[in-house]
């Protein structure tokens, strides 16, 4: 069955980074667009950031844009987010999903990873 397990959330000073990871299984990763998502408490979910299936095209919220990085390995069927200049304000927990070409909707979500930017 699928499984997305993400990975690298923590605790984090305002300023500081943190790399998120997101590792896939039974599926064919290079078929996939790739997201990320957070949840703030008493928070809507909101996108974050995706990537293509070939890793050429990402998009970002306003709110991330340059400070955000998106990354994927296929051969390794993982996705990345590099977090730099973090604010109190990204605080949440943060998920990956899948979305395989052609759909409109993500099929596939992982458990989450925390992620808590003191100031």
């Known amino acids: 069955q699928v499984q997305l397990v993400e990975s690298g959330g923590g605790l984090v000073q305002a300023g500081g980074s943190l790399r998120l990871s997101c590792a896939a299984s039974g599926l064919t990763f290079s078929r996939y667009i790739t997201g990320w998502f957070r949840q703030a408490p008493g928070r809507e979910r909101e996108f974050v950031s995706h990537i293509l299936w070939g890793g050429v095209g990402a998009w970002y919220a306003d709110s991330v844009k340059g400070r955000f990085t998106i990354s994927r390995d296929n051969a390794k069927s993982t996705v990345y987010l590099q977090m730099n200049s973090l604010k109190p304000e990204d605080t949440g927990v943060y998920h990956c999903?899948?979305?395989?070409?052609?759909?409109?909707?993500?099929?596939?979500w992982g458990q989450g990873t925390q992620v808590t930017v003191s100031s």
């Open positions: 999903a899948v979305q395989r070409i052609g759909e409109t909707s993500y099929d596939y």
